[in-house]
């Protein structure tokens, strides 16, 4: 009669000859090894940070006709960065009183801010001196963005700034 | 134990990482950027990148292969130094350099692993003999949209971050970007 057989053992009644069922799981191991080995090797090589650029923009260089603009001297700061990462700094141009401080929160930036308040329309100076690094030039660019600094120039140093730095003898 | 849900979240993770990971081109030098909180990011594309290492010497590279075979025509042309079309496809695909256009030739024909084993002189900015003027100017000509970073080492010294500087305004390139790292504890007060 219509019946299904039930269980592979029955060969000997005339039915196909089955091979043995074999179990349908494979070992996953060594693939999940493989697997985790490139995952692990591509989340560690991978650098999601891409790196910060700062904006700057110089300004044109003046042509022969120009006129530059005049300033008031009591408006204006100058910043020299001399060697050892060392801020030179003074207020006005006529006998300036030099001090020096450095890129600490406590140093340039309280002195930023202290002259800001004091001084309306402060115009800085930077002078990056010869044995200053690049380092010191971004960091007090970096400055500049965090304490909102609005007018300021990097200006090349002259011979009476390296005076007024070799005079002071800080 | 079924582990099938857990190799299916493995390998999507695989192919994640493996898709969005992108080969770092290799520079001749390594350099250590000082840090600054802009938060402004790099653009990948149409870059001009001019590193100063911290010996003071200057590196030179463009992205985009058209460009660059475009470039190294041009220059070759303003110094005389003839390539061939293979050199010039094989300067295409090259990273950061820094040789004077004169040895340029030569390092092109080099294998990758002889590249790596060259001391680069550095490309020429002295007021008389500025190469890096050439470059920029010629760059900007095979590509208008190029935007132009420096990445600069924390150690080199200003003098020779001004020449930079100063070639870049020289050609009116008065807005550029300084390449820096990201620094958390510097906030405003």
């Known amino acids: 009669m219509a019946e299904i057989q039930q269980g592979g053992g029955g060969g000997k009644k005339g039915g196909k000859v089955r091979a043995k ?27 999601f940070s891409k790196p910060q650029t700062m904006e700057i923009t110089m300004p ?28 030179y700094w003074y207020h006005g141009i006529t006998d300036p009183k030099v001090e020096v401080t450095d890129f600490s929160a406590n140093g340039i930036r309280k002195i930023l801010l202290k002259q800001a308040a004091e001084i309306p329309g402060m115009i800085l100076l930077i002078k990056p001196g010869d044995d200053s690094r690049y380092k010191n030039m971004v960091d007090i660019l970096d400055e500049m963005n965090i304490t909102n600094m609005q007018r300021y120039a990097l200006v090349k140093i002259t011979d009476t700034d390296k005076e007024l730095v070799k005079e002071s003898n800080l | ?14 192919t994640f990482f493996m898709l969005t990971a992108t080969a770092r081109p290799d520079e001749p030098v390594t350099v250590d950027m ?51 079309d293979q050199e010039i496809s094989r300067f295409a695909v090259m990273s950061t350099f820094g040789l004077p256009i004169g040895n340029l030739k030569e390092f092109i024909n080099m294998g990758p692993e002889e590249r790596k084993n060259v001391t680069q ?11 890096l003027k050439d470059w920029i100017i010629f760059s900007r000509m095979a590509n208008q949209k190029v935007r132009i970073a420096i990445k600069g080492d924390s150690d080199s010294s200003y003098p020779i971050v001004e020449k930079v ?15 820096t790292n990201m620094e958390m504890n510097k906030k405003p007060s």
């Open chain 1, 21 to 47: 069922k074999m179990s349908t799981k494979i070992d996953m191991t060594p693939m999940v090894d493989l697997a985790f080995l490139l995952l692990t090797f591509f989340m560690l090589t991978t650098t």
């Open chain 2, 34 to 84: 000082p840090s600054s909180v802009s938060e402004i990011k790099m653009p990948e594309t149409d870059i001009m990148l001019i590193t100063v290492s911290k010996d003071g010497k200057v590196y030179f590279t463009l992205d985009g292969k058209y460009t660059r075979q475009e470039l190294l025509r041009s220059m070759g042309e303003r110094y005389g130094v003839s390539f061939s």
């Open chain 2, 1 to 14: 134990m079924d582990m099938t849900p857990l190799v299916d979240l493995g390998f999507l993770l695989v």
């Open chain 2, 121 to 131: 002189p550095g490309i020429p900015v002295d007021s008389a003999n500025n190469q």
């Open chain 1, 60 to 87: 044109e260089k003046p042509k022969e006709e120009d006129k530059l603009p005049e300033v008031n001297e009591k408006k204006v700061v100058t910043l020299i960065l001399g060697a050892n990462d060392k801020i």
């Open chain 2, 165 to 179: 500087v100063n070639t870049l305004i020289d050609n009116k390139v008065n807005r550029f970007n300084l390449i």
